[in-house]
C-alpha cells in the first residue's frame, strides 16, 4: 500500500518539530510503502506550491535539531477564507496543491492557529493529521504539546540565574515568559523556578496585591529580594473589564514594550526597591528539545503513521491521561487548554506562599 504524505510545521517554531517529522517519516516508511512530501514553511509552501520530494536520508540526524528543517510561517486563521490584495484564493489554492502533489494525506505540525486551518481543510475533503507542538501547552484535549517541557527547562534556568543577581543587588527582578492566552509555562517556571510572585493571564492581578506581597517578604521573611514572573498575556483586574482588542489598544497606547515593563515600574514606584526587567523571549523556542521532548516528539509522530495506515483521518495525536492517543480535529479547534485557577497547581504554589497577586 502506498502513501504520500505531505508534511508541514506552521506557527511559532519549537525544540521537537525536527524529532516529532523524523519520527512521522521513519514510521511511515516501516509500516507502509512511504513517499514523504515536506512543504515549505507552514501553509505558505501549501498555498504557494513550494514543496520537495523528500528521501529518507533527509530524515537522519535530526532528533536533536532545533527548529524545523521544513521552515514555517504564521498565515492567521482568520485570513484564510479572506481574497486579501493579492488576490489569491487561498484554500482553493490549498486544495488544489494537495491534489498536485498527489498526497494522500497532509500532516500538520502547530499550535492552535494550525489546528483551526487542518480542520478546516478536513471539513473542505482533505485528509488531515494534526500533531500538538508549541511551547505554549495550551491545546485542547492533550495532556502535553511537545515543545513546551524544553521551555520550561530554559525558563526556569533563567528564573534560577536571576535569583543570583537579584539576591547579589537586593532588586525585585520581574522575569517575562510567553504564552500570551495562556500561562502554563509561566506557571511551571514560576514554580520549578522558586518565584515568590507569578501573575498568569488566567488570574487577573491587583497591582497593591503584588506590592504588598514583596513587602511582606521584606518585612516578615528578611528577604531583601524578590523573583516575579510574568506571563506575555498577563492583565491586572482593571484591565480584565476591558475587552480583549480595547485591553490591547490600550497597551499598544501605552510607553511600555511588554507588560513586565508596566509591572517592573508600578513595583518600583510603590515599595522602593529597585526593580529590574528579565525577557528572555523567543530563547524560550530555541536550540536543541530536551530529552523529555525527543521521546514525546518521536511517540507522537510514530502514532500520526499508525492513523495513516489505519486511514482515520480528522484526527489530532494527544496524550489523554498520560496515554498517546487522538481526539477529532473538530473537537480541538478553536479552543484554547487554559489553566484552572482552582488546580492542584495552583493550588500547591499558594501552599508554598507564591503569590499570584490576587
Ligand atoms: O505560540 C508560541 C509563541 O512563542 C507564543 O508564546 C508567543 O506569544 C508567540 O509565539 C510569539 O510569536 P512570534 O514568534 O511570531 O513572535
Not at 135 to 153: L, P, R
Not at 211 to 227: C, H, T, W, Y
Not at 246 to 272: C, F, N
Not at 287 to 294: E, M, N
Amino acid at each position: 500500500m502506498k502513501r504520500r504524505i505531505g508534511i508541514l510545521t506552521s506557527g511559532g517554531d519549537c525544540p521537537g518539530l525536527n524529532a516529532c517529522i523524523r519520527g512521522v517519516a521513519r514510521a511511515s516508511y516501516e509500516l507502509f510503502d512511504a513517499e514523504i512530501v515536506g512543504i515549505a514553511d507552514g501553509y505558505r509552501g501549501l498555498i504557494e506550491g513550494d514543496y520537495t520530494v523528500m528521501k529518507p536520508e533527509d530524515f537522519h540526524g535530526i532528533l536533536t535539531l532545533g527548529g524545523t528543517i521544513l521552515g514555517t510561517s504564521r498565515r492567521p486563521y482568520r485570513y484564510m477564507r479572506v481574497i486579501e490584495d493579492d488576490n489569491v484564493d487561498k484554500v482553493e489554492n490549498m486544495k488544489k496543491n494537495y491534489k498536485k502533489m498527489g498526497l494522500d494525506c497532509l500532516v500538520t505540525l502547530g499550535g492552535n492557529g494550525t489546528h483551526k486551518t487542518a480542520n478546516l481543510l478536513s471539513e473542505e475533503g482533505l485528509n488531515v493529521i494534526g500533531l500538538p507542538k508549541t511551547i505554549d501547552n495550551d491545546i485542547w484535549a492533550t495532556d502535553v504539546t511537545f515543545g513546551f517541557h524544553t521551555a520550561v527547562d530554559i525558563g526556569t534556568d533563567v528564573v534560577d540565574r536571576i535569583h543570583t543577581t537579584a539576591n547579589s543587588h537586593g532588586r525585585v527582578m520581574v522575569i517575562e515568559i510567553m504564552g500570551n492566552k495562556a500561562g502554563w509555562l509561566s506557571l511551571y517556571c514560576g514554580l520549578g523556578g522558586g518565584a515568590d510572585v507569578i501573575l498568569l493571564p488566567e488570574i487577573p492581578y491587583d497591582p497593591d496585591k503584588v506590592n504588598k506581597a514583596i513587602l511582606d517578604r521584606a518585612e516578615k521573611q528578611k528577604r531583601k529580594f524578590s523573583i516575579v514572573v510574568v506571563a506575555e498575556g498577563a492583565f491586572s483586574q482593571e484591565e480584565a473589564k476591558m475587552k480583549r482588542k480595547e485591553r490591547l489598544a490600550k497597551r499598544a497606547e501605552m510607553k511600555y514594550p511588554s507588560v513586565s515593563y508596566m509591572v517592573a515600574e508600578q513595583i518600583q514606584q510603590a515599595t522602593g526597591f529597585e526593580t529590574r526587567v528579565c525577557n528572555p523571549g523567543h530563547y524560550l523556542r530555541g536550540g536543541s528539545p530536551s530529552a523529555y521532548d525527543r521521546v514525546l516528539a518521536t511517540i507522537f509522530g510514530t502514532y500520526a503513521a499508525h492513523l495513516i495506515k489505519d486511514e482515520n483521518y480528522g484526527q489530532t495525536v494527544a496524550m489523554i491521561g498520560g496515554k498517546v492517543g487522538h481526539n477529532p480535529l473538530s473537537e480541538v479547534a478553536g479552543k484554547t487548554k487554559f489553566v484552572d485557577p482552582e488546580s492542584d497547581l495552583v493550588k500547591s504554589a499558594r501552599d508554598i506562599g507564591v503569590s499570584f497577586g490576587d
